[in-house]
């Protein structure tokens, strides 16, 4: 298995900025393309635990909008193979003094790359 496939780790690098535009600008339609449409999904957030597409869909469309800017600091994209990759980065954002973790890990299904886990959390 090759580690760090600068050509996949170039792709999972677009899909991890594709998916950091749709979440600052709320743009819903983006994030639900980009999660796999599956039961198993998991998005694990910092007030929700969500399992299974419908759930995450769910939680995307009664998000509020606002408040969602924020600036990443130390991300770390990783490839394993050809077709599964993993994001991690930090966050910060205006007016919160935590810090934020979030790690994605995303596979390469016929239909392109889509996030199959998820974690969103605050640092205290």
């Known amino acids: 298995m090759e580690l760090n496939n600068p050509d ?9 900025m594709q998916y950091e535009q749709a979440l ?4 819903v339609a983006a994030l639900d393309k980009l999660f796999w449409n599956h039961p198993k999904t998991v998005r694990y957030g910092a ?8 759930q995450i869909q769910a ?4 998000r509020s ?3 969602l ?3 990443l600091k130390d991300t770390v994209i990783t490839s394993f193979g050809l077709d599964l990759a993993t994001a991690n980065t930090t966050f ?12 994605q890990t995303w596979v390469r299904f016929p239909e392109g790359w889509r996030i199959v886990a998820a974690h969103v959390s605050w640092m205290s």
């Open 8 to 16: 996949v780790v170039a792709e999972v690098t677009a899909m991890f």
């Open 59 to 62: 939680f995307r469309s009664q």
């Open 92 to 103: 910060t954002r205006e007016n919160e003094s935590r810090i934020g973790r979030q790690s």
């Open 69 to 71: 800017a924020r600036t």
């Open 65 to 67: 909008p606002a408040g």
């Open 47 to 54: 007030t929700e635990n969500l399992v299974g597409y419908a």
């Open 24 to 27: 600052v600008t709320n743009d």
